[in-house]
């Protein structure tokens, strides 16, 4: 079985622009999550979609959004890019059912300049 | 409010010699924790989970878990370290909806 996919794995932006990820989940997995991941902040929760619905969402502003399709693959997106946003993006998927561990992809490297 | 600790921000051990990294939960209910480490350029593999019964839960590459309640502690153990668990270990607690909260993680070092 195919493990999550995430694309692009890298990524370089200036600020202002803005960005669109991509992760393609697990079969069967309908929950998709996405975190942010700096040096010295560990994972941040971003959000959670399952069944193409916003479930639940970290403390981020407004500047990320994200979406879920019928397929479950889901992206998300970041405008006006900040140089904060540099940053590893994760994104895992998981069964429905909170005793389910999360599957990571390998991440989308996002570098602004 | 639901949170992670990793008191232990990097641990350098010798190759063969026993490992203990540490982890705190904060969390009103039973918790469901889990261990997963990440190496450098990916993503995070689970290594082990608990969820109720035994409090000694075994994980893939020889490593351990042990749930304590009265400490809320949930601390990873292995007898003899390799040169290849040098990672980011990363310590998870779960509530209903599939949120899961993240310790900052614990950078582990080994020496030949």
């Known amino acids: 079985k195919a493990g999550v996919t995430q694309t692009p794995r890298y990524l370089i932006k200036t600020r202002g622009q803005q960005v669109t990820l991509s992760c393609s989940p697990i079969s069967g997995h309908r929950s998709v999550s996405w975190y942010q991941q700096t040096p010295g902040q560990g994972l941040q929760f971003l959000f959670e979609?399952?069944?193409?619905?916003?479930?639940n969402k970290g403390n981020f502003p407004g500047r990320f959004s994200g979406r879920q399709f019928s397929n479950s693959r889901s992206e998300m997106n970041v405008s006006t890019l900040e140089l904060g946003d540099s940053a590893l993006y994760l994104c895992?998927?998981?069964?429905?059912?909170?005793?389910?561990?999360?599957?990571f992809g390998d991440g989308t490297r996002l570098s602004i300049l | 409010a639901q949170s992670v600790t990793q008191p232990d921000i990097h641990i350098t051990v010798s190759e063969g010699a026993s490992l203990e990294l540490r982890c705190n939960y904060s969390?009103?209910?039973?918790?469901?924790l889990f261990w997963y480490v990440q190496s450098p350029g990916q993503g995070l593999q689970l290594l082990l989970k608990y969820f109720s019964g035994d409090t000694l839960v075994q994980g893939i590459k020889g490593f351990e878990a042990e749930f304590k309640r009265s400490q809320s502690s949930f601390n990873l153990r292995k007898p003899s370290v390799h040169w290849s668990d040098a990672a980011e270990y990363f310590c998870a607690v779960a509530r209903t909806g599939n949120q899961f909260y993240f310790g900052t993680g614990t950078s582990l070092t080994v020496i030949p």
């Open positions: 979609y399952f069944s193409e619905t916003q479930r």
């Open positions: 895992a998927s998981s069964l429905e059912g909170y005793n389910q561990p999360q599957h």
């Open positions: 969390y009103g209910a039973t918790p469901y």
